[in-house]
């Protein structure tokens, strides 16, 4: 499959390499091409590798994937041309970090509604899904860890583009997905986040994930 990742930082580059790792290309898009990260990324990944603009990501992809920041995604789009989203399934791994106030952040949209919300009324015609965004980047793909593997917790109004992102997340090592319903519980997995980042701190400990325990 072609996959397009909007962003360059640390989660794209994480979950292109499991792209890559799982035979599929990738093609990594910043605001230009030849960005600095974007080409050393795809340098070190090989032929399946490569790497554009934003637009020319999305219009690579049969799946695409937001990595950017959060609160930059409605620019992003701008950018890349909302129609090259049109009928293809979005993995929303972004959070809506607000550092205005210092650290931990703060999430903006929050409350009534949410990033994931922001990005699929952004591309009405695609299906996003949102995953990823309750986790460290280090353990997005095959997650090692004790008393793992984590639970992987998604939220999407496309029951079929669940289902892809599903079988892509079992790929990638997370055999058990928890299904918070439609877009609109994106705002309680992105509170989720500061709740991880909350406990990260509070343990000094940046290699914890969520599961949820059946009794």
């Known amino acids: 499959m072609k996959i397009g990742i909007m962003g360059t930082g640390d989660v794209g580059r994480a979950l292109g390499r499991g792209f890559v790792t799982l035979g599929h290309d990738v093609r990594m898009g910043a605001r230009t091409a030849g ?34 920041l ?4 409605p620019e992003v789009v701008k950018l890349a041309g909302a129609a090259n989203f049109a009928g293809k399934v979005v993995i929303d791994a972004t959070n809506p970090l ?26 009405p015609d695609a299906r996003v899904v949102k995953a990823f965004n ?19 917790f998604i939220a999407g109004d496309d029951a079929e583009a669940k289902k892809t992102v599903t079988k892509i997340l079992a790929d990638f090592g997370w055999p058990s ?8 519980a994106s705002r309680w997995l992105e509170a989720m986040c500061i709740a991880w980042v909350l406990a990260c701190v509070g343990t ?12």
């Open 134 to 152: 309750t986790v460290g980047n280090v353990f997005m793909f095959k997650p090692q860890m004790e008393g793992g593997p984590p639970d992987m």
């Open 35 to 68: 960005h600095e990260k974007a080409l050393a990324w795809a340098s070190e990944m090989g032929s399946r590798a490569s790497e554009g603009t934003f637009a020319d990501a999305a219009k690579f992809g049969e799946l695409l994937v937001f990595a950017t």
């Open 70 to 73: 959060g609160t930059a995604n």
């Open 177 to 184: 997905v928890i299904d918070f319903g439609g877009i609109k």
């Open 204 to 215: 000094n400990n940046w290699r914890l994930a969520f599961k949820v325990l059946r009794g």
């Open 98 to 123: 607000d550092f205005s106030g210092g650290f931990p952040p703060d999430l903006n949209p929050k409350g009534n509604d949410s990033g994931g919300e922001t990005l699929q009324r952004a591309i």
